[in-house]
């Protein structure tokens, strides 16, 4: 079978492998969607060292064939997957840490990892790391189940406290879909920090109370909202490295930051503003299959908004262009799925 992965700095190819076929404990899923995650994008731009089974992690699919062993999920079932449920053997899991056990990421970016992702037709995964989707939910809403698990935990990491004045920095998927758990949590005034008009457009229809660009606009939204006592708590869910500092420079003394974009470059930072204040510094990667279960029934019933998010599909033969349109910002589009099928 074809499928896309990121092959080195700038590189992105169409290989043919062989086709997975189910293991013990694994079932093999038809891949109907998948999302192209800022990730991928960022991956291919920076070149880093990108594990093929998770160069398309955002997919939907159908199970197909499963081992005769498997009792967690069946044939026909329509899912979606993350990390599997911690081993309780490995030393994290020993340490009561299972939310960082090695074999479960081995299973998904490591040796035992599928030899590709979600643009594919076909994968074989472990069916334990495998979570039904609602019927309620299209096959494009069911695409957007994994990053709204992302914005899910990063709010349930952050410290955020029912009331709070909260910035999101950066309105791609992650920052409008942790702008709505954010609201779901309590939060009492959300505003988005954003310099695309279209993306700020988008933060108000999925339920910000304001949505600004950053600067002087950013500065005065804020001290409106808060009587010159700055932000609660900020979200960066940029990945650039420029928005850490001004992260922590928009939270009031004794705040504190939640980093949930990624980037492999280097940022500066200003230690003392960050002591002085007594700010708090928190990240966020990833989600328990748990979540993932809570994000999809708040997808199911409402409460967080998917749809406006998806703004076309293409297909395997488009995306290496289009991952090179989305890393030079020729092509701005919040999220776009691949259909691995499609001719």
Request: proline residues 6%.
């Amino acid at each position: 079978m074809r499928t896309g992965l990121v092959t080195g700095k700038e590189q992105f190819e169409l290989r043919e492998v062989d086709d997975p076929t189910p293991g013990p404990g694994e079932a093999l899923v038809e891949i109907s969607l998948c999302g192209i995650c800022g990730s991928d994008v960022h991956a291919y731009a920076e070149g880093w060292p990108y594990a093929p089974g998770i160069c398309g992690h955002e997919w939907v699919g159908n199970i197909v064939a499963v081992d005769a062993d498997v009792q967690v999920v069946g044939m026909g079932d329509r899912v979606t997957g993350g990390l599997a449920p911690g081993c309780g053997q490995c030393p994290e899991c020993r340490a009561d840490h299972p939310a960082y056990c090695s074999t479960a990421r081995s299973y998904y970016m490591g040796p035992k990892a599928p030899a590709s992702g979600g643009f594919a037709p076909f994968m074989a995964a472990s069916a334990d790391r495998l979570v039904r989707v609602p019927d309620e939910l299209t096959d494009d809403d069911a695409a957007v189940i994994e990053p709204a698990s992302v914005a899910l935990h990063a709010v349930r990491r952050s410290r955020l406290r029912a009331g709070d004045v909260t910035c999101v920095v950066g309105c791609g998927p992650i920052g409008l879909l942790v702008a709505q758990c954010a609201r779901l949590a309590g939060a009492g005034t959300v505003i988005a920090i954003e310099p695309d008009a279209e993306r700020r457009r988008l933060a108000l229809e999925v339920g910000a109370d304001a949505a600004v660009a950053p600067g002087a606009e950013m500065r005065e939204a804020v001290n409106e909202a808060t009587g010159g006592l700055r932000a609660d708590i900020a979200f960066d869910c940029a990945g650039i490295p420029q928005t850490i500092q001004q992260s922590v420079d928009m939270v009031r003394y004794g705040g504190s930051v939640c980093i949930v974009g990624v980037t492999g470059s280097d940022a500066v930072i200003r230690p003392n503003r960050w002591l002085f204040k007594e700010v708090s510094v928190d990240t966020s990667l990833a989600f328990t299959l748990d979540e993932m279960r809570a994000a999809a029934g708040f997808i199911a019933d409402g409460r967080i908004s998917v749809a406006p998010l998806v703004q076309g599909t293409i297909t395997l033969d488009e995306l290496p262009q289009t991952i090179d349109d989305l890393a030079t910002r020729r092509n701005t589009a919040i999220k776009l799925l691949v259909d691995p099928t499609a001719g």
